[in-house]
Nanobody, 124 residues
Framework: QVQLVESGGGLVQAGGSLRLSCAAS????????MGWFRQAPGKEREFVAA????????YYADSAKGRFTISRDGAKNTVYLQMNTLKPEDTAVYYC?????????????????WGQGTQVTVSS
C-alpha cells in the first residue's frame, strides 16, 4: 500500500505557473505508475497526466499538452506536475494517484490509491 500527499496548490493569475508535488510513502515507489487527475465543481474527475514506472514515458490529456509536465524523482519518492500558462478553466482540485496495474492510464478506475487533493485556482 502507498500513501499519497499532494502540495503546491494555490491561487494564481491567468498565464502564471504552479508546481504540484505528490509525496509517496509506503511500498517501493518505483513499482507504481503515477497519475494526476483534476475535478472542477460540478464536473467529473478527469485525467491530466501520467508517468510510467521506470521508462519515464509520459501521457497527457489534450488540455495539458504543451503546458503541463509530469515528472518523478525516485530518490525523493515524489511526482511533480509543472503547470505553465495556466487558464481559468484549469481551476480544480488536483489529485495524485498511483497504481501497480498495467491498465489504461487514462481511466480513474485504473488507479488504486489517491491523495486528498490540492486546490488550484486560476483568476482571470
Amino acid at each position: 500500500q502507498v500513501q499519497l500527499v499532494e502540495s503546491g496548490g494555490g491561487l494564481v493569475q491567468a498565464g502564471g505557473s504552479l508546481r504540484l508535488s505528490c509525496a509517496a510513502s509506503g511500498r517501493t515507489f518505483s513499482t507504481y505508475r503515477m497519475g494526476w487527475f483534476r475535478q472542477a465543481p460540478g464536473k467529473e474527475r478527469e485525467f491530466v497526466a501520467a508517468i510510467s514506472r521506470r521508462s519515464g514515458a509520459t501521457y497527457y490529456a489534450d488540455s495539458a499538452k504543451g503546458r503541463f509536465t509530469i515528472s518523478r524523482d525516485g530518490a525523493k519518492n515524489t511526482v511533480y506536475l509543472q503547470m505553465n500558462t495556466l487558464k481559468p478553466e484549469d481551476t480544480a482540485v488536483y489529485y495524485c494517484a498511483a497504481t501497480e496495474r498495467g491498465s489504461n492510464y487514462y481511466y480513474k478506475s485504473s488507479y488504486d490509491y489517491w491523495g486528498q487533493g490540492t486546490q488550484v485556482t486560476v483568476s482571470s
